[in-house]
Structure formats: structure tokens, C-alpha cells
């Protein structure tokens, strides 16, 4: 199994990235995505998550702002973000069970 991340950077408040992850391994259209994020000094925590069927649900804080999808022809999870926040700074990781991937980071800076 493997999970890539990629997409994250230095972005200023207010604008907008869109994070991809690849991935490999196993049957991707059968499972349950998720995005987790870590900031600095804090425990990782879950951001977004979508179902084999493309339902999705989001942590509260992020709602109306990022988007999470999905092509499981390409064998990847994207989270596009949008009006990003100095507290949407972290890094960024793609899950799946107890899968992982490296993580990209996001920073939101001025």
C-alpha cells in the first residue's frame, strides 16, 4: 500500500490549494478516504473523509471551505481548499484504515 501526497505550499490567507493523493496497493474505489492535518505543537486531527460512493463529511471548522473528492479511475483522493486560515497550517495526510502517507505541508501565511 502506498499513499503520495502532494500539492501543499506557502499560501496567503484567504486563497486557495488544492491537495492530491495518489495512491497504490490496494483496491481504491472499494474504500473509505480520509484527510487528517497535524500543526505544529498539536495531535493529529481529521479533517475530511469520503465513502467508496462519494458521500462526504467534514470536521466542523472547515465546512463550506474545503472540499473533499475524489477519482477512482486515477486512483486518487483530492481536498481542494478554499479561504484558507494561518490555523489551516500543518501538514496535511491521506488515510485509509491504518494507512499513511508521508504528509504535505500547508502553510498560510502573510
Known amino acids: 500500500v502506498q499513499l503520495v501526497e502532494s500539492g501543499g505550499g506557502l499560501v496567503q490567507p484567504g486563497g486557495s490549494l488544492r491537495l492530491s493523493c495518489a495512491a497504490s496497493g490496494f483496491t481504491f474505489s472499494t474504500v473509505h478516504m480520509n484527510w487528517y492535518r497535524q500543526a505544529p505543537g498539536k495531535e493529529r486531527e481529521w479533517v475530511a473523509g469520503?465513502?467508496?460512493?462519494?458521500?462526504?463529511t467534514y470536521k466542523e471548522s472547515v465546512k463550506g471551505r474545503f472540499t473533499i473528492s475524489r477519482d477512482n479511475g486515477k486512483k486518487t483522493v483530492f481536498l481542494q481548499m478554499n479561504s484558507l486560515k494561518p490555523e489551516d497550517t500543518a501538514v496535511y495526510y491521506c488515510?485509509?484504515?491504518?494507512?499513511w502517507g508521508k504528509g504535505t505541508l500547508v502553510t498560510v501565511s502573510s
Open positions: 469520503i465513502t467508496r460512493f462519494g458521500g462526504s
Open positions: 488515510n485509509f484504515m491504518d494507512y
